[in-house]
């Protein structure tokens, strides 16, 4: 089944976070909605537990309080105790969540629940004086929030009835239609781009970029308005040959000039390593220092992009 079968095909409404009081991602103060599933697996990836369609399971030694409550819950047999430390056989865990239920704690966590379009109305609504102060909104992020297009347009329409303002953060891996629509009922749109070079993002994030390129020109085309954003990532995407290819992609083949720097942080490396069934070791390098910030942003300048550090 391809990615974009799949976007069809999995039941809507799969959140993973929702985190309120946000000053990023978008103007003012907002709430930022974390819809789970993303057809790319970048390396550096800052919310892998985002990844996956499905929910997950994820584990704080830090706030275990040995109970051994999730032992005993396991129908799988897939938790031990060793010398009062918890070990769990992710071949055995069946992500049933009864050990979560089970932990008093919330050492053990279920990332991935099933929520209805009013449930998230409901929470965001919460925040809808910060709101009219601010300029604020809410944005809807990811993984990919593309990954599941009738749930977000939903959530987008009725974000819009209710008078807030909304922002959609993706990586423009989608159907040029479904990605179309989310934009006619959003107010901003957040488009990253990790790098032009095509085996380079294969490389780096599994899957080529054609899509992402030609739909980030097909917006450009049908005057839609736009943040690009550029996740810089030292020894990935921050070589003289890929600055100068995004600032000609950007300033020759679309209309877009405002551009945001993302600087690499190592804050997913953390949760990836509370994933009970990981499936690799996290990336991690140095944040880009602030002469390479300097830098990149000195030479995408001469492309004729406004740019800034954030957002």
């Keep these: 089944m391809s990615w974009f079968d799949r976007m069809e095909a999995e039941p809507p409404g799969l959140v993973f976070n929702v985190q309120r009081y946000a000053v990023h991602d978008g103007p003012g103060i907002r709430t930022l909605v974390f819809l789970k599933g993303c057809p790319l697996d970048c390396l550096w990836c ?3 537990e985002g ?4 929910p997950e399971l994820m584990y704080s030694d830090k706030k275990c309080l040995r109970c051994l409550n999730c032992m005993k819950a396991c129908p799988s047999g897939a938790i031990n105790s060793v010398d009062k430390e918890l070990t769990l056989d ?20 279920m990332v991935g629940k099933r929520v209805s379009v009013e449930d998230v109305i409901r929470e ?18 990811g993984g990919e929030p593309l990954m599941q297009p009738g749930f977000l347009t939903q959530l987008l329409r009725r974000s819009r009835d209710l008078g807030i303002r909304t922002a959609i953060e993706t990586c423009g891996y ?13 107010d901003t749109l957040l488009y990253d781009v990790k790098v032009i070079d095509r085996e380079k993002h294969i490389r780096y994030t599994g899957l080529p970029n054609d899509i992402i390129l030609n739909n980030l020109v097909k917006l450009s085309k049908n005057g839609v308005q736009a943040a690009v954003r550029f996740p810089l990532v030292p020894g990935i995407n921050d070589s003289e ?11 020759s083949k679309t209309q877009f000039r405002d551009l945001n720097i993302l600087p690499y942080h190592a804050g997913g490396v953390e949760k990836l390593k509370r994933l009970v069934k990981r499936r690799e070791e996290g990336f991690v390098t140095d944040p880009p220092s602030s002469e390479e910030l300097n ?17």
Excluded: W
Excluded at 124 to 141: H, Q
Excluded at 174 to 186: N, Y
């Design 51 to 54: 990844k996956s369609i499905e």
């Design 124 to 141: 965001i609504g919460k925040d809808l004086p910060f709101y009219e102060e601010s300029g604020g909104g809410v944005t809807f992020s």
């Design 241 to 251: 040959e890929d600055i100068k290819e995004l600032g000609e992609f950007l300033s």
């Design 295 to 311: 830098r990149v942003t000195f030479m995408l300048k001469e492309y004729g992009l406004r740019v800034q550090i954030g957002g």
């Design 90 to 109: 992710s071949g055995k865990c069946s992500l049933c969540g009864a050990c979560a239920e089970a932990c008093p704690a919330q050492a053990l966590v």
């Design 46 to 48: 800052h919310n892998p």
């Design 174 to 186: 989608a159907t040029e239609e479904s990605l179309l629509e989310a934009v006619r009922h959003t």
